[in-house]
């Protein structure tokens, strides 16, 4: 690796002086996005998507020196050239573009290929070098339209017009997205726990379209959610905060319902295949699309995906270890 190599700290551009998402504080950070895996705490300054701005001051803090950049603005850092690109995972997620002398490198960070009408749609950005994540690198995962798979949601709420009805899925990017999804179909107010609560008000603030809201605590003591549809974080399930519920149905939104038995072991009545990382098939036509020679692959399925690609694609491509753990937000 030369442009961009991997120090403890986290993944380093010397030409340029910055880390892209360290796990560790260092002095300059580039965000793909505000996971928090990819957003951690302590930096001295940090660049992000201006779009992501209320996100990322919620989760670090509104002390934190941050420069907001667009989609596409270009930005001279040392002797490089770098640019922020959509990468559909998430509000204002992103790739990032460096370039130095004859070389072009892009840093995925978390992406998806299904359209989400939450954030703009992924962009593919042509490089020498690419380092792709591989959360779902494996050839059984293929996903449905997040259309379908709420819908799916959507007909399972009206199936149970008695009692409530508990889904959970992540408080940060999933749940705006069933929101929005959902707004066609319902007006009907979906209530939110406190920490999805939070984050679809500033989803709100910048014009993302969802169905109405209310949070669960602003309803009476006494109010009993019959017919109502809540949208819950995991942590929430199981915990004191379900007492407030009679006799709910339970159910759980994630890519990792597509694997066998995780429903059951998670004790959910009800999965939903819900992913905001790419499938099989959208890693394999990105890597391509790019026309990169050289790709590192992390997060996830590293070895599964990289032989692919050197074996059946001819491209030279390895696993590249990080510490990004990227199980939470998927
Ligand atoms: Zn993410
Ligand atoms: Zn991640």
């Given at each position: 690796m030369t442009l961009i190599t991997v120090r403890p700290e986290g993944l380093y551009c010397e030409a340029g002086d910055f880390f892209i998402d360290p796990w560790r504080p260092v002095d300059n950070a580039l965000i793909t996005h505000a996971h928090s895996d990819h957003a951690r705490p302590g930096c001295r300054h940090y660049i992000a998507t201006a779009i992501s701005a209320g996100i990322l001051t919620d989760r670090l803090g509104s002390a934190i020196s941050l420069q907001g950049v667009t989609y596409g603005e270009k930005l001279k850092l040392g002797s490089t050239w770098v640019s922020f690109h959509p990468a559909g995972h998430v509000l204002g997620s992103a790739q990032i573009r460096v370039e130095a002398r004859d070389q072009v490198w892009v840093v995925s960070g978390d992406y998806k290929r299904c359209p989400d009408p939450t954030c703009d749609p992924f962009e593919v950005v042509p490089c020498d070098t690419f380092i792709t994540e591989a959360t779902f690198g494996l050839p059984i995962y293929r996903w449905q339209s997040g259309t379908d798979s709420c819908r799916q949601i959507y007909d399972w709420w009206q199936s149970e017009p008695e009692h409530p009805s508990l889904l959970f899925c992540y408080a940060f990017g999933k749940a705006q997205r069933i929101l929005s999804e959902l707004r066609p179909w319902s007006d009907r107010p979906i209530y939110l726990h406190g920490a999805i609560h939070v984050l679809t008000e500033i989803y709100r603030q910048v014009g993302v379209p969802m169905a109405p809201t209310k949070p669960v605590a602003a309803m009476p003591r006494d109010y009993k959610f019959a017919g109502d549809l809540i949208l819950a974080p995991p942590s929430a399930h199981r915990s004191s905060w379900m007492k407030r519920f009679p006799q709910p149905q339970t159910a759980f939104a994630s890519?990792?319902?597509?694997?066998?038995g995780a429903r059951r072991r998670r004790g959910y009545e009800r999965g939903f295949v819900l992913s905001d990382h790419a499938d099989w098939q959208g890693l394999v036509t990105t890597v391509q699309a790019t026309g990169a020679s050289t790709v590192y692959v992390t997060h996830g399925q590293t070895d599964v995906l990289s032989r692919y690609l050197t074996e059946v694609q001819g491209l030279n491509a390895m696993p590249l270890q990080t510490l990004f753990e990227g199980e939470g937000d998927s």
């Open positions: 890519g990792w319902m597509a694997v066998r």
